[in-house]
């Protein structure tokens, strides 16, 4: 990965509306420049918060985890990808069939989005998984859903930091990895149940790390960011 560290980070912009996302932005320095559109923020204030970032020269992770039926998906995409949005995701667990769809969705127009699809959510443990159904382990899970998601023209998963090492070796160095669930030493780990810091998430291999409420719920936003990227960055050196 030979991205600057800064835009390494895509910042979860989990807001209640477009106001408080912007005063947020104004907290945090220009080097953030990748930025995550969630559910909330996208059902309060719409299609318009991607237009604003565009505007401001921020790329954005659209993460509306689509899952439904192929045609659904497929369309969510599209219209997704008619927004110039630089990501978006859907859930691996729609299966091959969906994951096709979405991807032909996109091909063809000139640039298109990243495609990326959610393995096992970074908030679950064995003990969620397995009350869903899931018999295996959140690792074995997650393996199974990014070769599925490889085989179906997925670009790369979401899957936490604990999964990194098992998924860059099993899948390679292309095929791409975005890790939430990124907590600094010492921070709680709020409702996140498989996380790491940022220089371990590094260190193992993530291409882009997904951080929302260590720099969103920070006193000081800006000191928050400066010192994940000093993690980082030394995670980097020691690599
Ligand atoms: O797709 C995602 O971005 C995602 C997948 C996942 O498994 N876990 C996960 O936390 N996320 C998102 O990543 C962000 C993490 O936020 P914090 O826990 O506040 O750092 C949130 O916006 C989540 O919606």
Redesign the pocket.
Known sequence: MTEARSERVIT?L?AEDWASASTLLERLPMENHRV?V?KQLFTRSGPCVVEELHARGSEVFL?L?FHDIPNTVAGAVQAAAELGVWMV?VHASGGPRMMEAARRAVEGGGSRPWLIA?T????MDARELHSVGVAAEPEEQVLRLARLARESGMDGV?A?PAEVPLLRRELGPDFLL?T???RPAGSGT???RRSATPGQAVADGSDYL?????L?RAEDPRSAWEAIIREMSMADDSA
């Open positions: 979860a989990d995550k969630g993460d985890k995701n959610v096992v959510l970074t908030s979401v936490s975005v939430p669930g990124v709020d409702d996140q997904v951080i929302g409420r260590p969103t």
